[in-house]
């Protein structure tokens, strides 16, 4: 809104032949000390004008201005204390370092001016700001040599150029809130536009005109003439966000927010703090940030610890007075003649940086570290940097492992440390051959498997054991008869006489004795093939039948027709007129769980759903069947035609032989016209196949 607002009256003024004057660089210089005085972000400072040059004089001098402040801090921390340690000063470490620095200086100012030395600190070739420090504890305020400061003057409420003397300046007697442009047109500085009267201004928000830069995860507040951007996150536990956005560190001790029992000393620490056993300090001891008794230097800390034309001496816990010698700090000791303070070579008197380089400094010293370690300015040693912990995942590809001064990469098992030291490689166990037969290398590992037939151990993972194929749930159906294990595999056998083992290795048939001729039977016998062997059997007609052919019929052996002698009634009347002999091999029926058809009996009798009184029936019988009668005879029809079928009902355990009668009565009109027998020589396998 602000910016529209000096555009219009920019306008306003080509419009009437006049010209806006800009801010000159005292003026951007004053607005930047102005606001680094606020405690505004010197790095975010709101523009007052579009000039390059005008936006360097603001941001420079603002800096100026901290630097100035943080460095008088230093100098009221070396009048007041007489102590330069680090935490004795609070903010960011570039914040303490200028304070610490203009500290040591002012000590050393305080020092020459002790001694009724010369404020000119002639041969000493020390930094400005350090220089300007020195000269003011020293008393003198000479500032030769020194960089000349920028004079800042006051600023305007106006931002008028300069005129020439013979015209009249309109804004002599303006009313206007903040600035007069030519013509005694009112204006407005940045981040206000000017009001419906045309002479005050109001402050423009912003954050609600959406003309701010604050970034994602920051929220816009509006200010008087500007606007700043603060996180939305927390800081986090121990910490606070200030008006300048950043996170400061609560100090529970001084809150008294802390939980230290009454016989321990609370000490801050950054985000947090710690609680210490109490140590009282006695007289002229006091405790520093860390909790230790440090001498007080009441030479400094007291305005007149002793009688004029004499000398204050600081000694531990106390000092003494004495007629105005030459008196040396720390890190200086008297010359010879006892004139002059000269420093003290603490790399020559003693072994202080411990194997790393030594540097003298005037009245100190510091170490010159050896890579892998960082210089401790508290402690003044070289401590080891744990690179694992200050770069973790990023020197090593596994596992890191500090060590003095340096680091060590390691890999987890399955690997090995690579040539550049850093990276690991997969190790391809395979080649050590760790399995029994067969080695697949993985990343980071192996896995072992076996060949057919055989299982990995579950015990080691390595071994390679047997499988008993006959002992699996599934081994008693491998083969037929008899499963035996091999090595990595298995065979089948057969009994030992009747069977041979088929082409698939497994199934045991049946050897046809018959058909081979290799049984024993006589010429007089007919040799009958059955599961597993064979028998042979003689068959012969009874009294008045004889022995027809058996026609196309191959499971008819002999065919019996009557025939009876001449006026012999009683064979006449002997319903049977024909026996027929058959032989059937049946195994032992390893799950038998009902019903067997073994035997069809066909007949030539027409099936008639509704009998006729003319037509003939047929009914089948057993004659003769085994002790445990395992057998029936059911009724049937077949294409029409009658047929009986014979059925095991019952388990029967072989081997065994017997024979079966079935009878087959044809009967018209209620009366049996004849009967055809069928004898059936039933042969029961030991086995199952």
């Known amino acids: 809104m602000a910016r529209w607002t000096i555009l219009l009256f920019s306008l306003y003024g080509v419009l009437h032949g006049q010209e806006i004057q800009t801010p000159t660089l005292q003026e951007c210089c004053q607005d930047g000390r102005d606001r680094a005085l606020r405690g505004q972000d010197c790095t975010v400072l709101p523009l007052i004008s579009s000039s390059h040059t005008c936006r360097i004089a603001q941001e420079q001098c603002c800096e100026a201005a901290v630097g100035d402040q943080l460095c008088d801090n230093g100098i009221k921390m070396a009048r007041g204390q007489g102590a330069c340690e680090r935490p004795f000063f609070r903010g960011d470490p570039w914040e303490t370092k200028i304070s610490k620095m203009c500290c040591d200086c002012c000590v050393l100012g305080l020092m020459l001016a002790g001694r009724g030395s010369s404020c000119e600190l002639q041969g000493l070739l020390l930094a400005r700001q350090c220089a300007h420090s020195a000269q003011t504890c020293c008393g003198k305020n000479t500032t030769e040599g020194l960089e000349p400061t920028v004079e800042v003057t006051e600023k305007p409420g106006a931002n008028v150029a300069a005129k020439p003397p013979t015209k009249v300046d309109a804004c002599i007697d303006s009313s206007c ?56 996150t927390g800081c986090g536990t121990g910490y606070e966000l200030t008006d300048d956005n950043k996170c400061q560190d609560i100090d529970e001790c001084s809150l008294g927010t802390h939980n230290c029992r009454p016989d321990f000393l609370c000490t801050n620490t950054a985000g947090s703090f710690r609680c210490r056993p109490k140590e009282r300090c006695g007289d002229g001891y006091i405790q520093d940030a860390v909790g230790s008794c440090i001498d007080i230097n009441e030479c400094l800390a007291r305005t007149t610890p002793c009688l004029p034309g004499q000398t204050c001496i600081n000694t531990m816990g106390s000092y003494t007075c004495r007629r ?34 030594c540097v003298n400094q005037v009245g100190s010293y510091r170490c010159e570290c050896k890579i892998g370690f960082n210089f401790n300015s508290l402690t003044k040693m070289c401590e080891d940097i744990n690179e694992c912990r200050h770069y973790p995942g990023r020197l090593c590809a596994h596992k890191c492992d500090n060590t003095e001064g340096s680091y060590v990469c390691s890999c987890t098992s399955g690997f090995k440390l690579s040539h550049d030291g850093r990276n690991c ?45 006959c002992a699996l749930p599934t081994g008693g159906h491998v ?22 083992l088929a082409s698939n290795g497994r199934t045991c048939q049946d050897i046809d004795e018959c058909a081979v001729g290799i049984h024993t039977c006589s010429v007089s016998e007919s040799c009958f093939n059955i599961q597993g062997g064979f028998r042979c059997l003689s068959f012969a007609c009874p009294a008045n039948f004889r022995q027809v052919a058996k026609g196309q019929d191959t499971s008819v052996s002999v065919r019996c027709i009557k025939a009876c002698q001449p006026n012999d009634i009683g064979c006449n009347l002997d319903p049977v007129h024909l026996i027929t002999h058959t032989s059937i091999s049946l195994p032992t029926f390893r799950d038998f769980s009902g019903p067997e058809e073994i035997v069809f009996l066909r007949t030539a009798a027409v099936a008639n759903p509704a009998p006729l009184p003319a037509a003939t029936d047929v ?62 020589h039933v042969s029961i396998s030991e086995f199952w196949f």
């Open 479 to 500: 083969c037929s008869y008899r499963c035996s294990n091999a090595p990595g595999s298995f065979y089948c056998t057969c009994p030992p006489s009747g069977y041979t």
């Open 324 to 357: 105005n010698t030459v008196t040396c700090g720390r890190g200086y000791h008297q010359s010879e003649d006892g004139t002059r303070c000269e420093d003290v070579d603490e790399c020559r008197t003693g072994n202080m940086c411990v194997g790393h380089g």
């Open 619 to 680: 009914f089948f019988d057993i004659l003769t069947a085994d002790p445990q009668l395992s057998f029936d005879v059911l009724k049937r029809s077949h294409l029409g035609m009658i047929m009986g079928v014979v059925r095991q009902v019952k388990p029967i355990i072989g081997p065994m032989d017997f024979v079966l009668e079935v009878a087959m009565n044809y009967v018209k009109s209620g009366i049996i016209s004849h009967r055809n027998v069928v004898i059936v």
């Open 177 to 232: 809130s903040q600035l007069c442009v030519d013509n005694a047109t009112c204006a407005c500085h940045d981040g206000y536009q000017l009001q419906k009267n045309g002479v005050n201004c109001e402050d423009v928000n912003e954050c609600l005109t959406n003309s701010h830069n604050c970034v994602y995860g920051q929220v816009c507040i509006n200010t008087e003439g500007s606007f700043r951007c603060q996180r939305e």
């Open 425 to 469: 490689e997969d190790i391809n166990e395979c080649d050590a051959n760790p399995c029994s037969q067969e080695c697949a290398n993985v990343y980071g590992s192996y896995q072992c498997y076996c060949r057919r037939g055989y299982q990995l151990s579950d015990i080691d993972g390595i071994t390679c054991e047997d499988i008993d194929e």
